[in-house]
Each structure stands twice: as C-alpha cells, then as structure tokens.
C-alpha cells in the first residue's frame, strides 16, 4: 500500500495519530520536499517519527517514480507531503501511476490541515473565496500576469482570493550550470511585501482597478505555527510590512465581505481607522 | 488559553499528535457536534483520548457561551471541532468572544482536514473550485434555490463547485412541540442521490442549463475513512446511485476541466464509456 499522508503545515506534531502510525510501521518513507516546506528541519521530523527519511525532490518524484512505488504493492510505503496531499496535482499523479502499475498498487490518502483551508484563521469566510491563484516571483523581463486575469473574475463576483507564495528550492545556479557545474541557490521564499509589490505593479500595466492601493487585503505567516502572523490593510500598507520568516501567503478581500469577517478582521488591521473608514466606503453592505 | 482544534473527517486517530497532547491536558473538552459529524461514536472519543467530553450543541455555543469560556484565561479549554475549525463561522464568532472577553481569553487554533480540500480525493484540481454552496433539504413548500445563482457563476468560470450537504442533527418534533413535550428527531443526512435529484428539479424550475441530467458530477461519501467512496457520473446516474452510510459530498464538474482530472476521474465513473464520451463532447479542451 502506498499512504500518502499529510503532514499539516507547521511541524512534526501536526500530522495525524493515524499518519503517524503508518510512518512508524512502513518500510520506507519518502518526504515531498519542492511544492512546499515544513517550518522544522529535515533531523527534527527523523528524531520524532524514530524513521529516517528519504527527500523526494521533484525530479525523483517526476522521473523516478518506480523507485518509491517499489514493492509497494507487497508492503507499506509512506509518502509524506507538507500541507494537504491533494493541495497539489504532483499527488493526483502518484496515485495514478500506482492505479496503472501492473500489479496495482493499493493506495490511500490521509488529508491533513492545508493553507487553502487554515487561511479561515483570518476571520474570512471560506465560503466566499474564488478561485485560488498563484504569484511566481518577477524579473526583469518575466511579468506573468494571468493571476490578473483571476482577480478580475473573483472582484467580479464579490469573493476573496487566496494568492500562494512562490517558493525556490533547489534551483540551479544558472552561471555555475554554464560551466558544467551543479550549484543550488539557497531557498527563496516570498513575503507577502514582495507579493503585494508585484500585484500593484501589475495594477499599473492593466488597469482595471482590482490591485490599486487601497484595496483591502490580509497577510498570514506561518499559519497553524506557534508564531502565525496575521495582518489586515490595504495592498500599499502590506508592500512595507514585515511579516518575518516564511511561509506566507496574501488575500485579497472580496467586496461582499460581511460585518462579521469584517469584525474580526479588523483586529489584525495596521491601521483600524483606516481600514474602517474604506470598508465603510468601499465594501460594507455590498453582500 | 482557548484551543480550538480539529478533529479531521474520518475517526478518533484523525487528531494531530499536537491535538491529542492539548485535549489530555486540558481541564475540560467540548465537541462541537451540529455543524457536521465525525464517523465514529462520542464513547469512542473519550475512551481513546482518555476524557470525557462535554457535547457543545448549538444552543450552547451560540447562548452560553461563557459555561466554555469559563476561567479560560486562567486554564486550558479544549474546544474540538470535526473537520477543520474555521470551516464553519461559528468558530469565528467564540474566537471573536474570547477577544471581547474581559480579561481576553487567548485563543490558539490547531487547523486539520476539511472537506474543502479532502475532495481533492476526486483527481479534480482545487484550484479550479469556485465558490462552495450548501444544499438544504427541499420541503413541499420550500424549496431555495440560492444554490443555483452560484452554479450558475462557478459554470460560467468553467470552475467546479463543491455542494455540502444537510444535515439535521437535534431537530425537535413540531407535533411534540405543539403539545408542549420536547422530542427529537432522529438525525438526517442528505445523500449524493438526493442532493443530484433536488439539482434536477431546480433545474426544471430555473432553465439556465448548469444542473442538466447529462452535467458530470463526483459523489463522495466518508472522505478520509477506511470506507471512503467516491461515485462520478451524470447529473442523472447520481440521483439514482447508492453511497452508503454519512457523510455524502457532491462536486459539479466546470466545463474547464482538464485531461488529467477527467483521467484520475473517469476511474470512479459509474460508465465509463458514457463519462468519456459526454467528456469529449462537452468539456475537453475547454481549458
């Protein structure tokens, strides 16, 4: 049987009691380690799970998938993923590989606590998010803006957007790889003052008024964490927050957004006043 | 310290290693226990957790809240919620009393499997849900179609849409009432046939084409548990397919779905033959 099991999204002691049974017992167990990372080193999950593990990067994981499905339809194998496991389609794709595999593969899902749905920690109700978008970090000459496209349906429609962080780990060295070499860059993570920077930035090329300065939004770091982090203001506030160490991630508010995730949001506000005075003006009573 | 921790879908192992330590120390434990259901029995809970727990019904959160609140600032309160805890509004609200508290209570939430990313399960991508919507159960004289002004803009997205279902837990029986006696129903949950079958006859009533008998659909029952069950097909072969015992779940496919979600999909169909070929004319490369 192949269990993948959801780690949840601070540390060690956030995946199931279930999950941990299963880890402890199987014969081999793999970490998904690129679409997203844990808040605890690689030693701090061995030491408690009493298992060494194996870190599947994304080439393993795409490329050489036959070596963690490996017996698997004979013993127990566990495959860890930070998060949620279907928060992510690489997930979906193991399993079919294990569905097509001659003999089958048995597998089975343990879900966990994801960032699409702990974002409720905010005060915003999950009900009324859209479509979830991500934000790739900028260069000079790659702006990619379909997220855009995204935020226009959801304002359409009244609803926050949840935007996902981009994170970099085991990216090349572009100049070493030139002379034949294999360096790693060190992991980049962005922060919600990044993320905002770029949707303002983007405002300014298409114009349609859904990213302008002052529309109201929330950052979150380390959800689920000892030391989450949440806070309210508008997009030009968040550009010049300092949130702290990752992970983060960035809502944009709905304008149906209700008196009472307004109440509660309120209390994470930069500035109350301000964020009152423009839900007052631009969203109170649109539901 | 107020905790506020979720239980998982499934049964009593579904805890986080983190959970389980909080609910043995805490002075008292409360589940809430009307807003959705865990699968397995409140005497099970206590005996693996080794508490007895005080069952939180809606009265009692939503009007005595202060018997759970009580000395919550001096000691711990472990408040359990099936699923994840900001997945219902009502969370929000105790949350936002232990803030007005005099002195304020802190409050610490410990997220973990909901529903809104366990149907990930389905292969359908969650990126590509549009708002989620709630079906009550249809009565001869009422019978709310709000649902459909939903689905008709989650389909207009290509999006697909997660539908909850009813469940009616502690309902009192009007005839008793009327007589003065307190009675209670037994408990109600909607199936997926149900729930495919109010579609259809709103669908009648509406005439926007987004709940037609040949719309494709996932049925999900018991996400997360050993007796998990997931059922694709029609509109028309849900109304009419049995999922077993509680909890039922039902996604309406959006026309964007992609190849990879219709190949992990189609593994669940009730007709293969028929989902590929209503695929193939209605939604692929609509992306």
Same mark, same amino acid.
């Given at each position: 049987m192949l269990y993948i099991i959801g780690l949840g999204l601070a540390d060690e002691k956030d995946i199931s009691v279930k999950g941990l049974e299963i880890?402890?017992?199987?014969? /081999?167990?793999? &970490?998904? #380690?690129?679409? #997203?990372?844990?808040?605890?080193?690689?030693? $701090?999950? =061995? *030491?408690?799970?009493? /298992?060494? $593990? $194996?870190? #599947?990067?994304? =080439?393993m994981?795409?490329?050489?998938?036959?070596?963690?499905?490996?017996? #698997?339809?004979k013993e127990d194998v566990a495959f860890l993923v930070v998060g949620d496991p279907f928060s992510a389609t690489t997930h979906t794709d193991l399993a079919l590989r294990c569905r097509q595999h001659n003999p089958p593969i048995p597998t089975r899902t343990l879900p966990n606590a994801s960032i699409l749905t702990a974002v409720g920690a905010?005060?915003?109700?999950?009900?009324?998010f859209g479509h979830t978008v991500s934000m790739v970090f900028f260069t000079d000459d790659w702006k990619p803006s379909s997220f855009y496209d995204r935020l226009v349906e959801n304002t359409s429609l009244g609803l926050h957007t949840l935007v996902l962080l981009d994170i970099k780990v085991k990216e090349p060295n572009l100049k070493a790889m030139a002379r034949g070499r294999i360096v790693y860059e060190p992991p980049r993570f962005m922060t919600v003052a990044q993320c905002a920077s770029q949707m303002l930035e983007t405002e300014e090329e298409?114009?349609?008024?859904?990213?302008?300065?002052? /529309?109201? *939004?929330?950052?979150?770091a380390r959800l689920g964490s000892d030391g989450e982090k949440i806070v309210a203001?508008?997009?030009?506030? &968040?550009? =010049?927050?300092? &949130?702290?160490?990752?992970?983060?991630?960035?809502?944009?508010?709905?304008?149906?957004?209700? =008196?009472?995730e307004w109440e509660y949001v309120r209390g994470f506000a930069v500035d109350p006043e301000a964020f009152d005075t423009i839900w007052k003006r631009d969203y109170a009573g649109k539901t």
């Open positions: 880890v402890k017992r199987s014969s /081999r167990v793999y &970490l998904e #380690a690129y679409t #997203a990372v844990l808040l605890v080193e690689q030693n $701090i999950l =061995e *030491a408690y799970y009493g /298992r060494s $593990i $194996i870190i #599947a990067d994304r =080439e994981v795409e490329s050489h998938s036959d070596d963690i499905l490996a017996d #698997a339809d905010t005060g915003l109700s999950l009900y009324a298409r114009k349609k008024g859904v990213c302008v300065g002052d /529309r109201l *939004a929330v950052g979150v203001g508008t997009l030009q506030e &968040l550009s =010049e927050v300092d &949130l702290g160490p990752p992970l983060h991630s960035l809502v944009l508010c709905g304008t149906k957004m209700h =008196e009472l």
